[in-house]
């Protein structure tokens, strides 16, 4: 027989489980974006590609994922809602509190980033594209295509 602490959800939510870990909270059968944020978060160079951009223009995806990029590396809580993230990034045929498949999330996702890349570049905002971040998120998409 095993021997489990009991451990409330208060004190759950109060410390951080392990050193250096924050966690995403489901929103509603939101399994499918985190596992894609928490699986693009470990890949170094896209974090590193995606916390060094400068974004400009409206608050676009980009943002977003920074700020979500920005809670799980840098909070000292044990979890972060990620609302806003998931408001910006959901495919629309995506319906709420519905099971959903991870790689049609991330190609959606990837080529929102991608597209608002372009628009910001195309409508002079930004002087060039950034070739590194474009490169991580064409890469990726390139392989799901696959």
Known sequence: QVDVPSLT??????????????GLENLGNTCY?????????MCEQFRRDVLTKTPHGKE????????????LSQSNRPTMTPTKFLQA?????????????????LKHMLNKLHEDEKSSYHSGIEERPSSEFISSTETIRDTLNK
Request: hydrophobic share 40%; charged share 15%; proline share 6%.
């Open 89 to 105: 990034s959901r495919p629309p045929w995506f319906l709420p509190g519905h099971q959903q498949d991870c790689s049609e999330f």
């Open 33 to 41: 974006m985190n596992s894609v944020l928490q699986a693009l978060y």
């Open 60 to 71: 676009n995806l980009l943002v977003k994922l920074q700020h979500v990029f920005a809670h």
């Open 9 to 22: 959800m208060t004190s759950i939510k109060q410390e951080k489980l392990e050193a250096g870990k924050t």
